[in-house]
């Protein structure tokens, strides 16, 4: 099974992101999804997830209302739209498959930095 992050950048505040993450090796399809991210001397956090079929989506109260995560089984494909980017949203970005409550693969991370 591989995850393969991308999308990150350097931005500024207020702009956008789009992170994409590639999946193989997996029926993506029976699979929900989650990004995670984590900052320079933080713990890892959860961003948002979506269920299998895209019905169920969670986010962390920070990112209501700016992320939108979605997924697209056809491309075995997971995404997280980031609008309105602030400088506390500067981490590494991890995609990962979520089966029950449980994480069991993560992709390498994709930076994403946003200046002030």
């Known amino acids: 099974v591989q995850l393969q992050a991308s999308g990150g950048g350097l931005v500024q505040a207020g702009d956008s992101l789009r992170l994409s993450c590639a999946t193989s090796?997996?029926?993506?399809?029976?699979?929900?999804m989650a990004w995670f991210r984590q900052a320079p001397g933080a713990e890892r956090e959860f961003v948002a997830s979506?269920?299998?079929?895209?019905?169920?989506?969670k986010y962390r109260d920070s990112v209501k209302g700016r992320f939108t995560i979605s997924r697209d089984n056809a491309k075995n494909m997971v995404y997280l739209k980031m609008d309105s980017l602030k400088p506390e949203d500067s981490a590494i970005y991890y995609c990962?498959?979520?089966?029950?409550?449980?994480?069991?693969?993560w992709g390498q991370g994709t930076l994403v930095t946003v200046s002030s």
């Open positions: 990962a498959t979520k089966w029950g409550s449980t994480f069991q693969y």
């Open positions: 090796g997996l029926t993506f399809r029976n699979y929900g």
């Open positions: 979506i269920s299998s079929s895209g019905n169920n989506i």
